[in-house]
Every structure is written in structure tokens, then in C-alpha cells.
């Protein structure tokens, strides 16, 4: 079976502060149990706690943000970004008073119905004026017009992206990535040695077949007051 270790080190001298296995071949959900795990060890909550995307998971963010003061787990597409596209939810503006989206060329997308089970509200344009309109192409392929989600946590969702983004904690995060390089032999990387030695938590490997016994290695990071 595959097996998924899990560290979380400390940002002041770069040690192990606890260490686990799980049997989870993905690190959603492991963020917060794993900071309380330190947490549990250190005796004190950490200032700021981070990790790579792949511990983000939008079902979570309430229990990951009450781990720490500062939590900086980026989303994907915050680590790698993309081509700006025109037309992604980023640039739909709501309008909270009037619970309504207003799209970028100015049309609103009203409430429509709550998926619970996502938990998420939908908003959407009618089909008609969608059609009709000189972005449809651009914007959405659906007859019944451009359809939004809004995610009952969305607030929090926008506050972890936001936290990220500030450049003081952008700096903090890239601090983490050369703590994290430092743990296989307890030295700086050797430039001239494979990159295999050293790890890299944002850049996930393909992984093996469970049945071989694969092995990962997952490390968070942690800063105490």
C-alpha cells in the first residue's frame, strides 16, 4: 500500500517538530491535523503555518485557518498561474447587498438555487441575454446563459488567496521552500547534485502504483511568535 509521510518543521531552526504516515495518496485535509500535531509539541500556536497547494482543500479552510494566525496554503493556479482569462469568476464582481454577480460586460447573474451537497450557492444569467451578448464565445459555450458558484466559505476562500498574494508572506512562503531543501542532508543544496535530493512540496511526482509500495514524502512549515 502506498504510504505518505508527513513533516512539519519550524522556521527558526529548521527541525522536524513531528513527523506521521498516512495512507491518504493526496495531502487534502492533512494541513490542519498536522499543525496541531506541532502544535501538540511545541506547546504554543504558531504565528504563521504553511504548505504547498496540494494541502489546500476549499471543505477544510475553516479548520486549517484555526491552526495558526497566518495560514499561507495557496491555490494551484496562485503557484503556477496561467494566462489571465477575461472571463474567469476573478473578474465577476458580487454585490452582496443585492446578492447578485455582475459579469464583466455588466449583466447580472442572479441566485438560482443551493447545492448543499457542494455546498455552494448558483447564480446565472439568463440564456437569452447571455446569447446575445458580443462576449458569449469568449465567456461560455451554455445556451442557458454563464453560470457562477459561490461557495458558503467564500469569504474565507478570498482571504487565503489575499494572504497569499501580500508580498511580506510571499516572502515568508519562499523562506519555507529553503528550509524545506535543507532536510536531506541537513546542509543548503549542492547545485552540481540531482535534483532528486532535494524535495520540493509544491512539485508533486507522478505517483506509483499502490500496490508497489510507494513512498511519499509531504513537509509543512511552521513560524512560533
Known amino acids: 500500500a502506498a504510504a505518505n509521510a508527513q513533516i512539519v518543521t519550524d522556521e527558526q531552526h529548521g527541525l522536524i517538530v513531528s513527523s506521521d504516515v498516512v495512507k491518504d495518496n493526496h495531502d487534502r485535509g492533512q494541513f ?9 509539541v511545541t506547546g504554543k500556536r504558531p504565528e504563521v503555518a504553511g504548505a504547498a497547494s ?9 479548520a486549517m485557518a484555526a491552526v495558526a494566525a497566518t495560514v499561507l496554503v495557496p491555490v ?51 440564456g437569452p441575454t447571455c446569447c446575445a451578448c458580443e462576449h458569449y464565445s469568449q465567456c461560455t459555450r451554455g445556451r442557458n446563459g454563464r453560470r457562477i458558484v459561490r461557495y458558503f466559505n467564500e469569504v474565507l476562500r478570498d482571504q487565503f488567496r489575499h494572504q497569499y498574494e501580500r508580498p511580506e508572506n510571499r516572502a515568508i ?14 546542509r543548503p543544496p549542492d547545485p552540481a547534485e540531482p535534483r532528486r535530493q532535494c524535495r520540493y512540496p ?24
Not at 512562503?173 to 541537513?186: A, I, T
Not at 511519499?216 to 513560524?223: D, E, K, S, T
Open 32 to 40: 490542519a491535523g498536522q499543525i496541531q500535531a506541532a502544535q501538540t
Open 54 to 62: 496540494g494541502y489546500y482543500s476549499g471543505e477544510a479552510l475553516e
Open 76 to 126: 494551484r493556479g496562485q503557484v503556477h498561474p496561467s494566462k489571465d482569462k477575461p472571463y474567469a469568476k476573478a473578474h465577476f464582481t458580487y454585490l452582496a447587498q443585492e446578492d447578485v454577480y455582475l459579469c464583466p460586460a455588466g449583466h447580472r447573474l442572479t441566485y438560482r438555487r443551493t447545492d448543499e451537497t457542494h455546498r455552494c450557492r448558483e447564480y446565472q444569467l439568463d
Open 173 to 186: 512562503y519562499k523562506r519555507r521552500g529553503d528550509h524545506l531543501r535543507r532536510l536531506p542532508e541537513g
Open 202 to 225: 509544491a512539485r508533486r511526482r507522478p505517483h506509483r502504483e499502490a500496490g508497489r509500495g510507494a513512498r511519499h514524502r509531504r513537509a509543512l512549515g511552521l513560524r512560533q511568535d
